[in-house]
């Protein structure tokens, strides 16, 4: 078996998804996804990584990680970040393992070491339908709701937390992430908040307290946008109200400050998709900065990265909680992961997406079911592009191919 073509596929509609698909010449196609900054990944890609890849063999995927990573042309240098290099390996790599699923006619998650479990609880990000999907998109913009069964949870995180954690329990879902002072964080420019910021932020956190008492864990979400000053004032006012976690506080690459943040709270710290790889968990694992390692396979260097992500967090006691905000074929790859790994807290999932966008893109999703998510059918994967997407007027597919 070799590969014969690479494939980007980009849709100016939904212009921060990037797909890779890896062809060979016994008719297996792997399906791989990115998420931001696609054009400069695309390039990357067909100008760099193409080279190395079009001829060769797809199924010793460890040999392509390690050299997609640093060998030659393709070498990255460099403290572990979301850079082109690395989106683009990550791509390619979910797409390389997928072809060796289907290869040998299995799902993703037999190649990890066989599931440990058949179903997985869910979170829920508190997303609305067209969050994060178009390139420099505001992080907080509320979007109309849109039709049927898809909600707007990020409008109700905002203007009605109470009723948002009642929903979300009467489908099974007992865990839910917000995010209620981003707005404060970008007044100032996460150097200070007000007594009234606070508050109001704190306001939401109370109202899904109020509503349903312990019954949901709430998860905080920072998004890296403070400073450690007004991170710590915040932190020790969310703590009176008992959250799961803490997540992205502040930068991700203060690994010195998010230790201190860390030992002053009461409350467990969630790593973050802003960093991820191997070399920050063992760094963040050794300041004692992290308790859950929450990283995204789209942004680390794929599956091969996850891995090792996954069994470093074992070594240390911890579980892994892989991230998911963006696309539909992280979202099945984290299925398979969080399947076949014994130190796997839940999935995090977007209902908004899985119920909307999410169905346009790809031809099967995973089987959500009383806050429950059930394992994939069908070899690798268990999904590929749907015929939506790939005839869409906006669609745009660029070609490498073997010559000759």
Known sequence: MKIIAIETVTNATWSNFLWVRIETDEGITGLGETFRHVRPVAEYIHDQAAGYLLGRDPRPVNAHADALLNSGGNRFLGYPTRSVEIRANSALDIALWDIKARALGVPLAELLGGPV??????????????????????????????????????????????????????????????????????????ARISGEDLRTGLSKVEAIRDAVGDRMDVLMEYHGLWRAAPARRIMLEVDAYEPFWHEDLISMTEIGELAELRQASATPFAGSESHGTATWVRDALAAGAVDYIHYDIGWIGGISEAL?????????????????????????????MSLAMSNALWLESVRAYYRGIYRQLVTALPRIENGQAFAMEGPGLGTQLSEELLGHPETQVRRSTLQG
């Open 117 to 190: 479990r058949g179903s997985i609880p869910i979170y829920n990000t508190c997303a609305g339908p067209g969050y994060n999907w178009t390139g420099g998109q505001h992080r907080a913009r509320i979007v109309s709701a849109g039709e049927g069964e898809i909600t707007d949870d990020l409008a109700l995180q905002i203007n009605d937390p109470g009723a948002l954690a009642q929903s979300l329990l009467d489908e099974g879902i007992t865990a839910m992430k917000i995010w209620p002072f981003d707005e404060a964080a970008e007044k100032t420019g996460g």
């Open 308 to 336: 090792r992500v996954a069994h470093l967090a074992a070594a240390h006691n911890r579980l892994i909680a892989p991230h998911d905000c963006t696309g539909p074929v992280v979202w099945a790859v984290n299925l398979h």
